[in-house]
C-alpha cells in the first residue's frame, strides 16, 4: 500500500533528525530531482550527496519546521536548524510527491556561524 504525502515526509523529517542518511535517500523516487541554489542533482545518489553536505554543515542540530502546508501531493515548508558551530534560520523547502516518494525537492537556506 502506498504511503501518502504526509506519511513520506513524516519519515523524512525523522531520518533527518536521527541524522540517517539511508533512510532519507530511501524516501526518493530513482528519478528524484533536488534543486537548490547550488544547482540540480539527480537520482538517489544526488539526495544522497546534498544530505550528506546538508548534515555535515549542521551536525547533530536542533530542526524546528514551523510550516507545512500540504496542498495534495506538494508540500511547502520553512525550517530552521541549530548546531554547536553553524546555524540555518531560512530555511525554505518546497516538495512534489509521486510514486510513494519524493520525486522534486527545492532547498534554500543561509548557514552562519553560531560563535
Known amino acids: 500500500m502506498a504511503r501518502t504525502p504526509q506519511q513520506i515526509f513524516e519519515h523524512h523529517a525523522g531520518a533527518l533528525i536521527a541524522g540517517d542518511v539511508d ?8 528519478d528524484a530531482v533536488f534543486i537548490t541554489p547550488r544547482g540540480v542533482r539527480h537520482g538517489k545518489a544526488g539526495v544522497r550527496e546534498a544530505f550528506t553536505e546538508l548534515l555535515a554543515d549542521l551536525p547533530e542540530a536542533k530542526w524546528d519546521v514551523p ?3 500540504f496542498e495534495k501531493n506538494v508540500l511547502f515548508i520553512t525550517w530552521s536548524a541549530v548546531s554547536a558551530s553553524q546555524q540555518a534560520l531560512d530555511g525554505v523547502d518546497t516538495f512534489v510527491f509521486d510514486d510513494d516518494g519524493i520525486r522534486v525537492q527545492t532547498v534554500r537556506y543561509t548557514l552562519e556561524s553560531t560563535t
Open 23 to 30: 533512510g532519507i535517500v530511501a524516501d526518493y523516487t530513482d
Open 67 to 69: 510550516t507545512q502546508i
